[in-house]
């Protein structure tokens, strides 16, 4: 198949710019468009967009309308996800080949998903896109979970301009605002087409049985982590039937260091740091740059105190810091369990009487609460509409090809149901009140094909059909409260440059890692106070400090 000359021009970008055509960049700095990464220079971007405005060269397949599609092509799309097997591999191929009708019909194009499974994701991922051997068009990407800025800087994802967005994605460059396109951007250039018309949060918290809460005199449930503790503590005491209260393992301390950070202060962490999310600074001053873990020792050592008070109550299985060996959202889900920890999609699951959540069914008043870190402080933060995004891979033979496949996926009525829900009457019905209900013989196993496309990177609240399992009164309450309560988060178009610190960086997370793991689970020698100062004594001599001093100037340059 001949390349376009767009696809040809693009590697001529990369090779100048020092990324070759089958290995990333190494990073580029926040602001320099001249060493490293796939920053083109001006003239050469704009060039490739007059031949796009242009449309009418033959050579580089362009007709008038901008839109050619004489030659069928195959647009690959990845995902992150297991791949699926048995069954549900057939079901998906019957749903994406009744799918790659409409596609033939409409783009001569068809669409094939490639899956990068759950383990050890985000190195797989990385090294997946990072080939730039032209295997895959569209990519599923995030900038708070899936390196997103890193990837733009290395030259893996192509940018997008504006005359290329209208006129191979229409509909989605016009459904995106300005203000959202902005926040795709890094030097001027956008590399996102963002999830930015899809309701979902994604702050986490503790889900728990309301039912349990009220027996311990919690009539309004959990608001607080001093409500988490007695609750745990009635739990603990008054339902032996359990497996535990919480059969949690020691992957959670990312999120519970972080949820007790969020209710007791005012911090706002930068999402592309890494997971351990270290650096920030608060709602009333997002741009002054500190770090909890070492600014606010006391927080600290009333967390390290609590989570040992935790241990010693019983909340969790004495092998909490094994790998893991048990599922403890099955578990809660059979009523085996009294609590789970995730975010806020998890909880519309878990508190809804489908047929996954059989702990209904065998107890009637049975009920489930959900306290959300921040609840207590009002600090919550909404996420970055970059959380889900889709991407074209720079060496991409077919990008206007993809573009036009994605703007279908994303705003064609017919095409979005099939890639999201199936095919009716297989995966889903529509019930009298207009809801997506389970056919006859719906097998969750091959049939929901919700969780084995995973294309969480375009979905529309336009097209979206609303679940009749879930429990709606209660989920549509939550989200009426978040929407009193959120303020947007500040570092949308913070891209950080690494390129002095990035050793750093890894170094501190780990070393928070090692040590919080430990405190958020109390199983650490000697004093809360001691762990604390020992974690903070070993974060110093790792140079976090040059870390914070080092962001602070980036983020003054940007937004001061």
């Known amino acids: 198949m001949k390349k376009r000359v767009l696809a040809t021009l693009l590697c001529f970008i990369m090779i100048v710019g020092g990324a070759g055509c089958k290995k990333p960049a190494p990073k580029d700095t926040a602001h320099n468009t001249n060493d490293g990464g796939f920053v083109a220079s001006e ?3 704009n060039s490739s967009e007059t031949i796009i405005s242009q449309g009418n060269d033959e050579e580089a397949g362009f007709d008038t309308s901008g839109r050619d599609t004489s030659e069928h092509v195959v647009i690959n799309y990845l995902t992150i ?10 079901r998906l191929r ?19 998903i ?42 893996v994802f192509l940018p997008l301009s504006d005359v290329m967005l209208r006129t191979y994605a229409p509909k989605t460059y016009e459904s995106v605002s300005p203000e959202h396109w902005e926040m795709c951007k890094y030097n001027d250039q956008i590399y996102f087409m963002p999830e930015d018309n899809y309701t979902q949060w994604t702050n986490h918290g503790f889900i728990y049985r309301m039912d349990f809460a009220k027996e ?13 503790t007695t609750y745990f503590e009635y739990v603990r005491e008054n339902h032996p039937e359990l497996n535990c209260p919480w059969d949690a393992n020691s992957t959670m301390y990312i999120n519970m260091a972080e949820g007790w950070i969020t209710s007791h202060s005012e911090f706002v962490p930068i999402d592309s740091l890494g997971n351990e999310k270290l650096w920030g600074g ?11 873990a070492m600014d606010d020792t006391d927080m600290l050592v009333a967390y390290a105190e609590l989570m040992k ?23 809660y889900r059979r009523g085996l369990v009294a609590a789970e920890q995730h975010h806020t999609q998890t909880f519309a699951n878990l508190c809804s009487k489908n047929e996954e959540n059989v702990l209904y069914k065998d107890n009637p008043n049975a009920e489930t609460g959900f306290f959300y870190f921040g609840e207590e402080n009002d600090n919550l933060v909404s996420g970055t509409i970059t959380h889900g995004a889709m991407a074209i891979s720079a060496a991409s033979e077919n990008p206007e090809r993809a573009l036009m496949v994605y703007d279908m996926l994303r705003n064609n009525e017919t095409c979005y149901r099939l890639i999201c829900y199936g095919i009716e009457g297989i995966s889903y019905i529509i019930n009298e009140e207009g809801l997506r209900a389970k056919p006859e013989g719906y097998d969750p196993k091959s049939d929901n094909i919700y969780d084995i496309t995973d294309f969480w990177w375009g979905r529309n ?46 170094k501190c997370n780990k070393i928070y890692e090692t040590y919080m793991k430990q405190i958020s689970f109390g199983k650490y020698n000697g004093t809360a106070e001691s762990i604390v100062e020992e974690m903070q004594k070993e974060l110093a001599l790792e140079g976090i400090d040059d870390v914070t001093a080092a962001l602070q100037e980036q983020i003054d340059a940007l937004y001061r």
Do not use: C
């Open 94 to 112: 019957e749903t994406i080949a009744e799918l790659n009708e409409i596609l033939g019909d409409e783009l001569n194009a068809e669409l094939s």
């Open 309 to 331: 008070k935790w241990d010693r109550m019983g909340v969790w299985t004495s092998h909490v810091m094994d790998e893991p060996k048990s599922d403890n959202r099955l578990e």
């Open 114 to 155: 490639k899956f990068v499974g759950w383990d050890n994701y985000l190195e797989k991922y990385n090294e997946e896109i990072g080939l730039m051997d032209g295997s895959v068009d569209l990519i599923g990407a995030s900038t708070d979970w899936l390196d997103g800025w890193a990837n733009v800087k290395k030259g």
């Open 282 to 292: 608060t709602r009333e001053d997002p741009y002054t740059i500190y770090v909890p």
């Open 216 to 228: 311990a005199g919690l009539k309004k449930g959990v608001k607080s982590w001093d409500d988490m």
């Open 461 to 506: 609240d336009n097209l979206e059909i609303r679940d009749a399992d879930t429990n709606w009164d209660v989920v549509d309450e939550l989200y009426t409260a978040y929407d009193k309560k959120k303020y947007d988060y500040p570092y949308g178009q913070f891209v950080p440059d690494e390129t002095e610190i990035e050793a750093k960086i890894e």
């Open 81 to 90: 996800g297991d791949k699926p097997t048995g069954k549900a591999s057939e």
């Open 43 to 45: 003239d050469i971007l």
